[in-house]
């Protein structure tokens, strides 16, 4: 069910002599600029507050008494409104002129600016040697826009010039803060919006200066290096040193980020055929100008990244070898046809576009015959997959990432959120800065911590008996929404005697979490309503990922949270097109749109769409097929975006397996450690260079739009999969546009059946939309459940595959960077995310760094069962004792190398993160 808004409410008031009808609620500048109409701002900007520091934005409103600041004054009905005035324009050269009096200002007044050269060529030599970057071809200076709009033709004031240094502490912009007005964007951006507090203002008076507590770095000072201090500055003060004398862009095309999962929307600036920029769209959902800083500053240099593969190769003798497409086309299709049926599997991406996953199932089943067809969220959210289905009906987040910053209870487990997905963790801000409470379950202390009303920090692998042990107090005391459980839920007797099993005594036990902070922790949830739960790899990564996952909608159900707005369960995809992937049926259990593929009905339905006659035969999942490899059953593997070698559990053994296989083909941006290992290497284009959907997180399926050619002689993958298909003589791949994929798309799949490129141009739209009326389902499950009512799981208590023992005395857990990007394969590429986070590190509590006699900065090896790696050791209290934690981006120092490939029995996903090892010192 679909949760409608009410219809819009508006006003009607009169600006400089036009009607104007804004909604209720917005301000008069809001209403100015809804109607074309400019009034000049400074410390003013979308992302922020209002709060009329500069003055510049001061208006004539008929009936009231001086010069109100439109950007705080509310617009009202039947308000006479001017904004253009001979006194306004008056009193805001005087304003400028005292800020123009600490500003290079030469240039801005300058009466040849329209004679300028393009960008930093100044015709009177003034831009270059102020050092200011925004002259007036650039475009970039909201301050000159400002002073050509009030008339500012000189300045009588002295000018003081600062002669500050310009600092260059970020890998990716400078500060010149001899060109810093004062405005305070980028100080309340950081603070307000990001929760940074990186930079402030420091000193007071006429001596104020924007810049870090006692002049730390900005690395020191806290920053994550997102750029929104950059987008906010309106001058040169703050410049993306990458664009400094760029000028304008050519042109800017919309598209979503190729990073995590929250489908962030980015303006790309492009010039000369090149990406010089990626900046977060103001008006994009669900980003709302935000970004982190991959999206940020790490696009560019990958994109056009001289490493880019950009011809087909072809292995011959050992080496790989130049060939034409023609060629490497040919012999793919022509060794394919050599494997069909069950001798054949298809890895493919979660970074690629839903068009693509699509055809590359369709070209599993359609083609080769099989249904063995995975990709990566077999590594992270299969579990989710498994007991959401199950538990509601769907197997996907239920509220809107927006909703989240309107929670009145924060409950993130086994989510490190402001690494792994920052921009959801500014909703969770936004939530606590207006009173919410916050609740976070990790073993390991993230940033998260330091504003949780509650930590509970509890053992790799005992998520279940803390989860279920905040249930039994819920229950225990009176805490339960019996009503809705009553109304809409059902096995709920067996569930509630399971609980018995889990008195706290025992959760102290196996969690280590002090059973008053459980205590706590439950009654928050209970109590503050709506309360919403985040969680991500940190509960699927195990072998009881699926009983985890059953425990988190055990308790959202409990407690009457879930189908109601800013509540829910709410898992965070890793990967850009994650849950696009899952819906697009790149799994060997069902087709588009999660259709059994052992149901007769829907057999037939997706033949008759496809011309052929489709095997019933069950499809290996990932791991499976890594293991029919081995025992020589699965002779060859096509790879599209994809690099086992260092993402799947015991990463050494996956290695050895693909050099079993007869053939290998690799689709892929770069020569990855996976593709070096092909036979035949195809070079895929970009998310840069092509058309496309991808669908994030919260269901909200959007668009990807082509910006620049494909680099070299790259091809889009679903082109690519279409040529193959068509060399081997298959049918129903004569797509000429990813739309057209996208129509049989919508045929097949109910959820998407409301979807067209035409409605995706203004903003994205949430699945299930089953016809082309329908708004989109923001929040699941209002009202009822999708499979009818939700249904407890009766749960026990399960051991990790592995302990800790005399031989290997340490629990490794791993986890993801806020600089780095899944096996590294993109971010590794970006100079200043290297420079940010230059190499993998093994962290380690203090008490068994001296044990071990071991200080921090030392290289130490790190064992398993399965292999070693050598790395440098970061001591830090972060860690529980016989903890040691790890990120798995650095190929140098590969944490999949250790741990435990064993799986969950339902989902098969390896369990990750739990395994056992031992530190010695190099």
């Not at 400078?174 to 980028?186: E, K, Q, S």
């Not at 593969?309 to 072809?314: D, G, Q, S, V």
Request: proline share 6%.
């Amino acid at each position: 069910m679909s949760i409608t808004t009410e219809e819009v409410k508006t006003i009607t008031l009169t600006i400089n002599g036009q009607r104007v009808s804004p909604k209720i609620g917005v301000t008069v500048l809001e209403a100015a600029q809804g109607a074309g109409i400019y009034i000049p701002t400074l410390c003013h900007h979308p992302s922020l507050p209002p709060y009329g520091g500069c003055r510049m934005c001061i208006v004539e409103i008929e009936g009231m008494r001086g010069f109100p600041t439109a950007c705080t004054t509310p617009a009202e009905d039947k308000m006479v409104i001017k904004t253009d005035t001979s006194q306004l324009q008056e009193l805001r050269r005087n304003i400028l002129e005292l800020i123009l009096t600490e500003h290079p200002h030469t240039c801005l007044i300058c009466d040849r600016k329209e004679q300028c050269k393009p960008y930093h060529i100044c015709i009177q030599k003034v831009a270059v040697t102020t050092g200011c970057i925004m002259c007036p071809k650039n475009g970039r200076c909201e301050l000159q826009k400002v002073v050509d709009y009030v008339g500012l033709k000189e300045v009588s004031l002295p000018y003081t010039y600062r002669e500050l240094p310009i600092l260059r502490d970020s890998p990716f912009f400078d500060r010149d803060y001899n060109l810093c007005i004062l405005c305070g964007r980028c100080v309340r951006v950081c603070q307000e919006v990001r929760g940074a507090g990186a930079i402030a203002f420091t000193y007071r008076g006429s001596k104020a200066l924007v810049g870090t507590a006692f002049d730390y770095t900005l690395q020191d000072a806290g920053c994550q290096f997102c750029g929104a201090c950059v987008d906010t500055c309106p001058t040169g003060a703050l410049v993306e040193r990458s664009i400094k004398w760029e000028g304008k862009p050519e042109y800017i095309v919309t598209t979503t980020c190729p990073y995590c999962g929250v489908g962030c929307q980015l303006n790309l600036e492009v010039k000369k055929g090149r990406i010089i920029s990626s900046v977060p769209a103001l008006d994009g959902i669900p980003n709302r100008g935000q970004a982190c800083v991959k999206g940020r500053f790490g696009i560019t240099e990958f994109v056009h990244h001289p490493q880019r593969l950009t011809t087909p190769l072809i292995k011959q003798d050992g080496r790989f070898v130049e060939a034409s497409w023609g060629e490497a086309l040919n012999l793919v299709a022509e060794k394919l046809q050599r494997y069909k049926g069950e001798q054949f599997a298809l890895i493919s991406s979660a970074k690629i576009t839903n068009e693509e996953n699509y055809l590359a199932q369709k070209f599993t089943r359609a083609v080769m015959g099989t249904n063995n067809v995975d990709h990566c969220a077999r590594l992270c959210h299969a579990p989710s997959i498994a007991a959401l289905e199950q538990a509601f009906g769907s197997a996907a987040m239920t509220n809107p990432i927006t909703e989240i910053g309107d929670t009145a209870c924060a409950f993130v487990i086994g989510s490190n959120t402001t690494s792994g997905h920052p921009v959801i963790a500014l909703e969770v801000k936004r939530a606590i800065s207006k009173g919410a409470r916050l609740i976070v379950a990790n073993p390991r202390e993230i940033k998260m911590c330091q504003w949780a009303d509650v930590w509970l920090q509890h053992l790799p692998g005992s998520d279940v008996a803390l989860l279920m042990g905040m249930m039994r107090v819920i229950m225990d005391e009176g805490l339960a929404d019996l009503a809705f459980i009553e109304g809409h839920c059902e096995n709920f007797d067996a569930f509630r005697e399971s609980l018995k099993d889990f008195d706290l005594d025992f959760v102290e036990k196996v969690t280590s979490v002090h059973k008053a902070n459980i205590e706590k922790a439950a009654r928050l949830y209970a109590t503050q309503k709506p309360a919403t739960i985040i969680y991500a790899a940190g509960i699927t990564q195990h072998v009881h990922g699926t009983d985890n996952v059953f425990a988190i909608a055990n308790l959202a159900m409990l407690t009457g949270n879930i189908g109601k707005p800013s509540s829910g369960v709410n898992p965070l995809g890793g990967q850009n097109n994650l849950q696009g992937a899952c819906d697009m049926g790149v799994l060997p259990n069902v087709y588009t749109g999660y259709q059994d593929f052992d149901n007769l009905d829907v057999q037939k339905k997706f033949e008759a769409a496809w011309g052929t006659k489709l095997s019933s035969v069950p499809g290996l999942t990932l791991p499976e097929m890594l293991d029919a490899v081995y025992k020589g059953d699965i002779k060859s593997i096509y790879l599209i975006g994809e690099n086992p070698v260092l993402s799947e559990a015991d990463a050494s053994h996956v290695e050895e397996i693909l050099k079993k296989l007869e053939f290998l083909v690799a689709q892929d941006i770069f020569l990855s450690e996976s593709a070096q290992l092909a036979h035949v290497v195809l070079p895929a284009a970009s998310f840069t260079e092509k058309d496309g959907t991808f669908t994030n997180t919260e269901r909200r399926v959007q668009r990807i739009r082509k910006a620049i050619e494909p680099i070299g002689n790259s091809k889009p993958d679903w082109w690519i999969i279409c040529e193959i298909a068509k060399r081997m003589g298959a049918s129903g791949f004569d797509f000429g546009h990813p739309s057209e994929i996208m129509q049989e798309i919508t045929r097949l799949d109910p959820h998407y059946s409301g979807i067209t490129y035409q409605r995706l141009e203004k903003v994205g739209l949430q699945w299930p939309c089953p016809d082309e009326e329908n708004p989109g389902t923001p929040v699941l499950h209002a009202g009822t459940f999708v499979r009818g009512k939700g249904r407890f799981t009766p749960l026990g208590y399960k051991l990790p595959a592995e302990l800790p023992d005399k031989d290997y005395p340490l629990i490794l857990t791993t986890g993801r960077s806020l600089y780095h990007y899944h096996t590294g394969t993109i971010t590794r590429k970006v100079l200043g995310l290297n420079a940010l986070e230059p190499e993998g590190v093994v962290e380690i509590n203090p008490a068994d760094a001296r044990q071990l006699n071991i200080d921090d900065g030392d290289l130490v090896k790190v064992i398993s069962r399965r292999g070693q790696v050598t790395t440098r050791a970061k001591v830090t209290n972060a860690c529980l004792p016989a903890v040691v934690y790890m990120n798995f981006h650095f190929a140098e120092s590969s944490a999949n190398i250790l741990t435990n490939p064993a799986l969950d029995p339902v989902s098969k996903i390896p369990g990750f993160k739990v395994c056992a090892v031992r530190i010695e010192k190099e």
